[in-house]
């Protein structure tokens, strides 16, 4: 089905829209960030999951479905009735699927097209390469393998399956015992240094790239399984793993700053010569720092990112240059009041 064009209400005031998200990942933050832009707000939550909204007082409206599988036209002519303008983020597109993103009739901030650039493998890679990035080498076949890889099952769930390898009989090993069925994968050359999430914000009104703020996950088993000894985790046979748990934030080196802000640059103005409007709006860069300060990086986000959920009041890199405080989720709902005012609304939704 090809994408539907939404119908755009020609009011220019923000309190005619409704900023709408799905409860969950950054839900919270975006919430709160259209109420500080004077916007109103709604949430669409599966139930059973509607407390934290209630609790924390950041939700103007609670809409409760059974399940996500249950979002349907009806429930779009709400979302439309009341100029519902939706703001996707990592849950709401696990949960959603990209089909019904893109056919989706309601309002929706960003470019839908980038989606399948960031969601396909090779299309990524190749925005990225286009881009000048450094990125891990990809082993084609597992013969390959000369050096440790870390072997991503597609769709993985937040890093939760992956392994790591250094030698083709290794691979086959734990793929073999743990993973038989499973043939969607990619092996990476595993870069040995510390992770970096970067969160930037392009904004097609003010055509200023910036950098919000930045995080490292905190993952399930990989953040603690360096407190039990080498021989003790060979002994017990236990393989490292990513789950996402949290996000702890960072501040990098300042003088790495300047090199950040190039990448961002290059990846948006890639993004403009691959599909429409380009990408636009939270981005992030998923990046691995080596000891000789090589930036590689092995994903793009393009969309909010869960770590940017300890800014809520802002971080250190926002604080020096806006007087408010001003997280990812609130320069999202200001990017979409001046797009209203400017009647330039066109021009932010995908
Ligand atoms: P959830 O709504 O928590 O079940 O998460 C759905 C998906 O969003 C997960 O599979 C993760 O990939 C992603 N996600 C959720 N929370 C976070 C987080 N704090 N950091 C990074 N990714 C997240
Ligand atoms: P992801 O689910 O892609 O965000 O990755 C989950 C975890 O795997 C993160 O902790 C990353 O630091 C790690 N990771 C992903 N790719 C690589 C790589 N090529 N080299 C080293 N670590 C990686």
């Known amino acids: 089905m090809a994408k539907p064009k939404p119908i755009l209400p020609a009011s220019k005031h923000p309190k005619d829209f409704v900023i709408a998200t799905i409860g969950s990942h950054s839900a919270l933050q975006i919430l709160k960030g259209a109420r500080d832009e004077g916007m109103r707000n709604l949430v669409i939550c599966k139930k059973g999951t509607e407390r934290p909204y209630k609790a924390y007082g950041v939700a103007d409206e609670i809409i409760t479905i059974p399940d996500y599988k249950d979002w349907n036209s009806a429930l779009e002519e709400e979302l439309i009735k009341r100029n519902a303008i939706v703001i996707p983020h990592g849950s709401f597109i696990a949960y959603m699927g990209h ?152 501040v990098i080196r300042e003088s790495l700053l300047p090199e950040l802000f190039e990448m961002g640059d290059r990846v948006v103005k890639v993004s403009k010569q691959l599909c429409g409007k380009g990408l636009f709006g939270p981005f992030c860069l998923e990046a691995i720092v080596t000891r000789k300060l090589q930036i590689f990086v092995f994903e793009i986000s393009a969309r909010i990112v869960a770590g940017t959920n300890p800014f809520i009041e802002g971080s250190p890199y926002t604080a020096l240059k806006y007087d408010v405080p001003m997280s990812t989720g609130r320069r999202i709902a200001r990017d979409i009041k001046q797009a209203i005012e400017a009647g330039r609304l066109e021009e932010i939704l995908g």
């Open 99 to 250: 089909d019904r993103v893109r056919t989706m009739q309601a309002m929706y901030y960003g470019t839908k097209e980038i989606l399948e650039w960031e969601s396909n493998r090779d299309m990524e890679r190749q925005w990225l390469e286009r881009a000048n990035i450094l990125l891990p080498r990809v082993f084609a076949k597992p013969e390959d393998i000369d050096k440790p890889v870390i072997v991503k099952f597609h769709g993985a769930g937040g890093g939760f399956g992956y392994f790591v390898a250094k030698s083709p009989e290794q691979f086959y090993e734990v793929k073999n015992k743990k993973y038989p069925d499973e043939n969607d994968f990619v092996i990476q050359e595993y870069i040995v240094g510390v992770p970096i999430y970067i969160h930037y914000f392009y904004s097609p009104l003010t055509k200023e790239l910036e950098i919000m703020s930045m995080d490292k996950r905190y993952e399930s088993n990989a953040d603690s399984i360096g407190r039990i000894k080498a021989e003790d985790q060979l002994a017990a046979n236990i393989h490292t793993s990513y789950t996402i748990v949290g996000n702890i934030p960072i």
